[in-house]
């Protein structure tokens, strides 16, 4: 497994049982504080625990610190959790001052739902674990003794408001997350990427940076690329599509809607429905907003006869797709409701197929190196035995030429057996990042289905009509997702092919802007995305703004400099590389930006 950390939700693990065990000694703690609390759920979550309680006050960072105290005094007692099996008389008789953990008793004994407020499908036993006194409605598994949880290990991070079994008709509590690991040290390794995390976090940098927002009078899910991060991504889209011109694809443009028959043929109004928008009207007619590009560029295909001469064809279009998602999923560039794909169609004979297959996935790899992106995870999905189209030797096939390829290129694959969506097997490549996070990129799918539905043809050498092999791949995977995943990556700090700004001039004094204005010129002649800082701020606060806008050099310009001809150069990483001549100034920047630095 190349992923860095995995999720530690198995109920059975060690460290969800301490996990679990620290949220009831925080709910301890916060009664031992606050008598009068009512508590309601505690559950272990991936990396840590919450609990919910309802409060006579607000929290505040002060109590969170006391509370964590007064957990680690807790813990020097060494109490054992003990489970006991009751009935929900008892129960009610035991949690008769908590009003939700009454409601979930009802819940238990209905067997409907159990103590987290998690559906059930049938009526569970009721039990109960003590520790130190402390009595929780639980059915656990809890670890032995306290003296397994390290004192040093724990932290609380934060309190959120939270509605009553997530009703917003329900009281407001106040949720307070915690972690726990099983030593100091993975405590602080998991503090620093959540605080690595949080400084990469790709809503704050694309504001800081200028790059992107998202207003609600346009509406939600929808980017507005501002000129900083248009800048970017036409700077990617350039070298895409000049890379796909040279690797033997055919770019075509689509329009953004499409009459209903066309979505009833391609049967995306029948399994795809909820992810469209409601239909408008042109002339009586129902259009709908494109939610994929295949079927348009299925019509290209079908708009001649193609010989097996002809194949392969690879159609490729930067095409912009609408997609419902729920408001409470969307997410900065990451989950939107409208996104352009860097999408194409491979369109090819049975025997090119494997070939192909090799191609697409060589070229993805090849293009994303280009954005420094190295680290990859790969999943094949494969047939599910129930629910396909097609035929089985055909899944075979591809599926084989899908395995064969991950290997040839040397990626390392987890395979999802029956995972496959109906029409066909794929490989999905996701990145790892810099702080072993993975992010969905690159997919390549076959697809048994819209082919059959279109009756796609070509001639073959024996002069019959065949059915060709139907590939989609995204490889970027939509340019908004790419953007919020490499602004997280290189926590803004784009390589210097990308920066929207390459190199700022930071004249000294007034009397140097002249000299600055000139000189940003020249660099401007020679390709290089160079500004001048005008405004009358000290140098020192200059310099600071150009790093905080993670702009690669920064060049100071004094008396000695503007006399010589030359610049002081300074890195964003606050490297000092002296005075020197514009000309090998130039000289580095273009080696900077062929090493892809
Ligand atoms: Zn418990
Ligand atoms: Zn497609």
């Not at 939270?162 to 390794?189: F, H, K, S």
Request: proline share 5%.
């Amino acid at each position: 497994m190349s992923a860095a950390h995995k999720s530690e939700i198995d109920e059975q693990s060690q460290l969800y049982r301490i996990r679990h065990s620290t949220a009831h000694v925080m709910a301890e703690a916060v009664l031992q504080l606050f008598p009068q609390t009512k508590i309601a759920i505690g559950p272990a979550i991936e990396d840590g625990f919450y609990y919910d309680f309802d409060l006579p006050r607000a929290l505040t960072p002060e109590d969170l610190a006391a509370i964590e105290d007064c957990m680690r005094s807790i813990l020097r007692s060494e109490a054992i959790f003990t489970k006991k099996t009751i009935s929900a008389a008892e129960a009610r008789e035991l949690f008769s001052e908590q009003p939700y953990k009454l409601e979930l008793i009802d819940g238990l004994e209905r067997g409907t739902v159990d103590e987290h407020g998690n559906p059930l499908s049938e009526p569970p036993e009721i039990s109960i674990y003590e520790s130190d006194g402390f009595i929780d409605l639980c059915r656990g598994p809890h670890i032995d003794n306290m003296s397994q949880i390290n004192p040093q290990a724990i932290k609380l991070i934060n309190v959120a408001g939270a509605y009553w079994r997530g009703d917003e008709t329900r009281p407001m509590l106040q949720r307070i997350y915690g972690t726990v690991w099983n030593t100091p040290e993975e405590l602080a390794a998991y503090l620093w990427r959540l605080e690595e995390a949080r400084r990469r976090d790709h809503r704050k940098l694309g504001k800081d940076l200028e790059l992107f927002s998202i207003h609600p009078d346009v509406g939600a899910g929808l980017i507005l690329w501002h000129p900083k991060g248009a800048l970017v991504r036409h700077l990617t889209e350039e070298y895409c599509k000049n890379e796909h011109l040279k690797h033997g694809y055919d770019m075509v443009y689509s329009p953004h809607i499409g009459r209903a028959g066309l979505w009833e043929t391609s049967g995306h109004l029948t399994w795809y429905k909820e992810n469209m928008y409601a239909p408008m009207l042109i002339d009586d007619e129902a259009y709908y907003a494109k939610p994929m590009n295949c079927p348009f560029h299925i019509q290209i295909f079908r708009s001649k006869t193609r010989s097996y001469r002809d194949l392969p064809i690879r159609m490729a279009e930067w095409g912009t797709v609408y997609r419902y998602e729920r408001s409470g999923v969307l997410h900065g560039l990451l989950r939107v409701r409208g996104f352009t794909q860097d999408d194409a169609h491979i369109f090819c004979r049975p025997d090119q197929m494997p070939e192909e297959i090799d191609r697409a996935l060589n070229f993805c790899l090849h293009i994303l190196n280009h954005f420094g992106l190295n680290n990859f995870h790969a999943y094949l999905s494969t047939r599910d035995s129930d629910k396909f189209t097609g035929e089985i030797p055909e899944w075979e096939r591809a599926t084989d030429a899908l395995r064969q390829a991950l290997e040839r290129a040397g990626l390392d694959y987890d395979l999802d057996e029956g995972g496959a969506a109906f029409y066909g097997p794929k490989i999905d490549l996701k990145m790892v990042d810099a702080l072993g996070r993975e992010w969905q990129l690159s997919t390549i799918q076959f697809d048994f289905n819209l082919s059959e539905r279109f009756g796609l043809e070509y001639i073959g050498e024996d002069g019959q009509p065949h059915r060709p092999f139907m590939v989609h791949r995204a490889l970027l995977g939509s340019m908004e997702r790419f953007m919020g995943v490499l602004i997280e990556h290189y926590a803004g700090a784009f390589p210097v092919w990308l920066a929207p700004v390459q190199a700022v001039l930071i004249p000294i004094a007034d009397r140097h802007l002249a000299y600055a204005q000139t000189t940003a010129e020249q660099l401007k002649q020679a390709g290089i995305r160079a500004e001048v800082d005008q405004r009358p701020e000290r140098m020192q606060a200059k310099i600071r703004d150009a790093q905080n806008l993670k702009i690669p050099y920064m060049l100071i310009i004094g008396d000695k400099e503007a006399a010589a001809g030359q610049i002081a150069l300074r890195s964003r990483s606050g490297e000092d590389s002296g005075v020197l001549p514009l000309a090998d100034f130039m000289t580095r920047v273009k080696k900077d930006i062929e090493d892809l630095v």
